[in-house]
Structures are given as C-alpha cells and as structure tokens.
C-alpha cells in the first residue's frame, strides 16, 4: 500500500510540473518579439506553406535530413520508435483499448523499443566521437540520452524477459482506475524492474520542461521556421516597435 500511495503521489506531482512547465514555456516562448523577419529560405510566402513546413518539419525533420542523413536516421529511429512506445502504452490509460490493439499497437509498439535504443545508441556516439558536437556538448546532454535509453531498456527487460514481466492487467489498473480514478485502493504490482522504469519516467516528466527536450515544443515557436517569407511585399514590425513608427 506504501508503494501504490508514493508512486501515485510522484506521479501527480510530476504530471503537474510538466504541465504547468510546458505552460509556462509556452507562454515565455509565445511573448518573445521577432524584430527582424529572419524565415530560412527558401521559406513559403503564405501561411498556409509556413504550416505545410511545420508539419514536414515535426513529421519528417525536413532541416535535419538536409543538413546530415546519418543525424536524421538516428534521431528518426529515435523519435519513431518512441512514438509507436508511446502509442503501445496508452492501452494502460485508455479504456477500452483500440480496435487495432492486438495488430499494431502491441505487435509493432512491442519492437519499435529496439528502434529506439538504436537511435539513442547512434545519437550518443555522435555526441561523442563528433568533434563539433562534443565540443558543444554539456553533461546534461549525455544523462538525457542516458536516462531515456534506460527507460526504453527497462521497458524492453520487462516486455521480453519472463524473469522481469509484470502483471499487465495490474499495471493497467493502477493507472486506468488508480491513478486516473483517484483511487489508491488498485494497488501497483510490487516488480523492481517495474519500480524502476515508473521511476525513471517520473525523473524524465520532472526534467522534461527545463531541458533541452523542450525543442519538441519550440520548434513551433522558431521565426526561422514560421514566418512568412514575404519581406518585400509586407513590411515586419513587431509589436513594441510599432510606436515608433507613429
């Protein structure tokens, strides 16, 4: 019962600090002026074309595949990967689960773990045989990637090894009716290994909004990426500078 009332605990203390954390970024990001108009051409001339690279930006790393195809199939098969793991695991928040559950969810989320490592596995020997990038490089960056191969490890000990394997249902339980239903009577299955990975993903939310991580969420917010490239047909002033101009 100990555990349950702790792990539920950190648990609604960590989804609070990464809520009001992404808020908080979000509106920092939202008021910083853009003075200058500095979209990366060739960059499109409306706003429908800034959302259209947006989206390939976020869906396919566009820059990235243009400026280092060894970079962007590591950082690919990183985010892929996490993606489908992350698509898996809703099966332990949502009920019912989804229809394709058994096809996709689980027998191709069961694997893109691999994907997953392999990428972090390619980014962190970039980070440290790469001369320009180590240089740039702090010890954060080496503990992010550590700690989040470390929870896909522990993820895929438990999913394929019987030594580690948890109740399922009971992971589900406490989730679906505990956690989300503010009840501590659905007690969490007592495995180290299952101990350790909520653990490690209580540390990642905690982080999430005060790291580097956070560019999943500026990228959004970059005037490189989402301005309208149209200089010479509408003059930019930002907004504290329009006094002036009176």
Same mark, same amino acid.
């Given at each position: 019962?100990?555990?349950?009332?702790?792990?539920?605990?950190?648990?609604?203390?960590?989804? %609070?600090?990464?809520?009001? +954390?992404?808020?908080?970024?979000? !509106?920092? &990001?939202?008021?910083?002026?853009?003075?200058?108009?500095?979209?990366?051409?060739?960059?499109?001339?409306?706003?429908?074309?800034?959302?259209? @690279?947006?989206?390939?930006?976020?869906?396919?790393?566009?820059?990235?595949?243009?400026?280092?195809?060894?970079?962007?199939?590591?950082?690919?098969?990183?985010?892929? +990967?996490?993606?489908?793991?992350?698509?898996?695991?809703?099966? &332990?928040?949502?009920?019912?689960?989804?229809?394709?559950?058994?096809?996709?969810?689980?027998?191709?989320? @069961? &694997?893109?773990?691999?994907?997953?490592?392999?990428?972090?596995?390619?980014?962190?020997?970039?980070?440290?045989?790469?001369?320009?990038?180590?240089? !740039?490089?702090?010890?954060?960056?080496?503990?992010?990637? !550590?700690?989040?191969?470390? !929870?896909?490890?522990?993820?895929?000990?438990?999913?394929?090894?019987?030594?580690?394997?948890?109740?399922?249902? +009971?992971?589900?339980?406490?989730?679906?009716?505990?956690?989300?239903?503010?009840?501590?009577?659905?007690?969490? #299955? $007592?495995?180290? %290994?299952?101990?350790? $990975?909520?653990?490690?993903?209580?540390?990642?939310?905690?982080?999430?909004?005060?790291?580097?991580?956070?560019?999943?969420? +500026?990228?959004?917010?970059? #005037?490189?990426?989402?301005?309208?490239?149209?200089? @010479?047909?509408?003059?930019?002033?930002?907004?504290?500078?329009?006094?002036?101009?009176?």
């Amino acid at each position: 019962m100990f555990l349950t009332v702790l792990y539920t605990l950190l648990f609604y203390a960590a989804t %609070m600090i990464l809520i009001v +954390g992404l808020g908080l970024k979000i !509106i920092q &990001y939202a008021r910083v002026p853009a003075p200058l108009k500095i979209a990366t051409t060739p960059a499109p001339k409306t706003k429908f074309g800034v959302a259209l @690279r947006l989206f390939r930006e976020v869906a396919f790393f566009e820059s990235l595949f243009k400026g280092s195809k060894w970079t962007w199939i590591f950082g690919y098969l990183f985010h892929f +990967g996490m993606f489908l793991v992350l698509i898996r695991h809703s099966r &332990y928040f949502i009920e019912p689960f989804f229809p394709l559950d058994t096809l996709v969810v689980q027998s191709v989320g @069961r &694997y893109a773990a691999f994907a997953m490592m392999a990428g972090l596995a390619g980014l962190m020997v970039r980070r440290i045989f790469v001369d320009r990038v180590r240089y !740039i490089s702090n010890p954060s960056d080496y503990l992010m990637l !550590i700690l989040i191969f470390m !929870i896909a490890f522990t993820g895929t000990l438990m999913s394929f090894t019987s030594t580690f394997h948890p109740d399922v249902y +009971g992971v589900h339980e406490f989730f679906n009716e505990g956690v989300l239903g503010f009840n501590f009577a659905n007690e969490i #299955p $007592h495995d180290f %290994m299952l101990m350790v $990975h909520l653990l490690l993903v209580i540390i990642l939310m905690v982080i999430f909004p005060y790291s580097k991580l956070i560019h999943s969420v +500026g990228v959004f917010f970059s #005037p490189t990426r989402n301005q309208v490239d149209n200089p @010479r047909e509408q003059r930019h002033i930002v907004n504290w500078a329009k006094k002036f101009e009176e």
